[in-house]
C-alpha cells in the first residue's frame, strides 16, 4: 500500500448493533494492507463493540465508558493516525456503494479534505456539500436533485460528517471535532477551519454513499442545534464577521423566539439559551486557539457565507422573495463594510 492513501476508518456508535456487521462487512470487501479501522461504542450496553470485536474488518475497538457524542470521532482517530494517511470519518448507518471507499482514497493533490456524493434511497441528493448561511443556520446543499447530474469533482465550503475523508497530515494541525458541539456542527467548524487555514476541501461525486437521512428536528436535535450555532460562530468567526453581522444575528434570534412559540419550543429554546451561556466561557477560551490557525482576512472569511435561502428544507415563506432580498441587500452592505475595515 503506498504511503500516501493508508487509510483509517473512523466509525462513532450509538446502538447500532444491527446496523454495524452490515457496514463493516462493506468495509471488508475494500480493506487494503494498511488500512486500519477504528471504532468507537458510547451505548452502555456495548451491543456494537460486541459485534465489531468479532468482525475481521474491525482493528481497534473502544468501549466508552460515557457518551462523548460525535466528538467520539477525535478518540478514535488518535488510536490509528499515526499509523495512517487519510482519515474516513463514516457514519454506520450509511451504505457506501460498491468502489466507493476505494475512490476516496483519490483526492485531488491540493485538497485537504473532501467527501462522497451522499445519495437518498430513491437516488436524488442528500448532500454535495453543506451551506453556512449568514444567520450561522447550515444546511444540505442540492438537496433531491438529480444525483445523475452530478459528475464532476468541485470545491466546497462544508463537508458533511456522514462521509469525510481528511489527510492526516492536514488534521494534526487542527483541533479535530470541536469537544463543546457533542453533536452537529463539528463538521462544519472543521470544514471552515481547513478554508480559513488556506486549504482547499471538496466533493467527489463518482465516490456515492447512500444515506437514509432525516429533517425530521426532534426537541433533542433542535436543542443542540440552537445552541451550537452561537458556539459556532463565536468560536469561529473572525471578529470583523460577527460584528458587521450582529445586527441581523440579532434580527434572526428574535425570530427563532417567535417559531419556538408558535411551535410549542419556548421552554426547550429557553434550556437551548441556558446551555449556550453555561458554555460561553468556555467557547471564549478556546476561540483563541482556533483563530491562531487562521490565514485569510475577515473579507475572505466572508466569502464562505451564503446569504440566500434556497433549500427546500426549509418552510417556504423563509425562501421567499422579500427574505431572500433582506439577506442579500444585509450581505452586499456587510461585505462593503468589510471590504473598508478588513484584516
Not at 451550537?228 to 434570534?253: H, S
Request: glycine letters at 8%; hydrophobic letters at 45%; proline letters at 6%.
Amino acid at each position: 500500500m503506498s504511503k500516501k492513501n493508508r487509510l483509517g476508518i473512523v466509525l462513532v456508535t450509538y446502538g447500532e448493533g444491527k446496523e454495524i456487521k452490515r457496514i463493516l462487512d462493506i468495509i471488508q470487501k475494500e480493506k487494503k494492507p494498511g488500512d486500519k479501522v477504528s471504532l468507537i461504542d458510547n451505548h452502555p450496553d456495548y451491543k456494537t463493540a460486541k459485534v465489531a470485536e468479532k468482525h475481521p474488518a474491525a482493528d481497534v475497538v473502544i468501549r466508552s465508558p460515557e457518551n462523548s457524542g460525535y466528538v467520539g470521532n477525535n478518540i478514535a482517530a488518535k488510536k490509528i493516525q499515526d499509523e495512517v494517511d487519510l482519515l474516513l470519518f463514516l457514519n454506520p448507518d450509511s451504505m457506501p456503494e460498491p468502489g466507493a471507499i476505494s475512490k476516496l482514497r483519490e483526492g485531488p493533490d491540493d485538497w485537504a479534505g473532501w467527501m462522497g456524493l451522499l445519495v437518498l434511497p430513491d437516488g436524488k441528493i442528500n448532500s454535495a456539500g453543506n451551506v453556512i448561511h449568514i444567520s450561522g443556520l447550515s444546511w444540505v446543499s442540492a438537496f433531491g436533485q438529480d444525483a445523475a447530474k452530478c459528475k464532476e469533482p468541485q470545491e466546497v465550503t462544508i463537508m458533511s460528517g456522514a462521509d469525510l475523508v481528511i489527510r492526516v497530515s492536514e488534521w494534526l494541525k487542527t483541533e479535530g471535532f470541536g469537544h463543546l458541539y457533542f453533536i452537529y456542527y463539528e463538521d462544519t467548524e472543521l470544514s471552515t477551519t481547513m478554508i480559513a487555514m488556506g486549504k482547499k476541501i471538496g466533493l467527489l461525486p463518482q465516490a456515492r454513499i447512500g444515506h437514509n437521512y432525516s429533517f425530521y428536528n426532534s426537541p433533542r436535535k433542535w436543542f443542540l442545534l440552537e445552541r451550537n450555532r452561537y458556539i459556532y460562530i463565536i468560536r469561529n468567526w473572525p471578529l470583523g464577521v460577527i460584528v458587521v453581522l450582529l445586527p441581523l444575528l440579532f434580527i434572526v434570534e428574535i425570530g427563532l423566539w417567535v417559531v419556538a412559540i408558535l411551535q410549542r419550543r419556548f421552554i426547550l429554546k429557553m434550556k437551548s439559551t441556558f446551555s449556550f451561556f453555561r458554555l460561553f466561557p468556555a467557547t471564549i477560551k478556546s476561540r483563541k486557539n482556533l483563530q491562531k490557525l487562521r490565514k485569510i482576512s475577515a473579507l475572505e472569511y466572508f466569502g464562505m457565507l451564503e446569504p440566500r435561502i434556497d433549500t427546500p428544507l426549509l418552510p417556504g415563506i423563509l425562501r421567499s422573495a422579500p427574505v431572500n432580498w433582506f439577506f442579500k441587500g444585509y450581505y452586499s452592505l456587510a461585505k462593503l463594510v468589510l471590504s473598508i475595515f478588513s484584516v
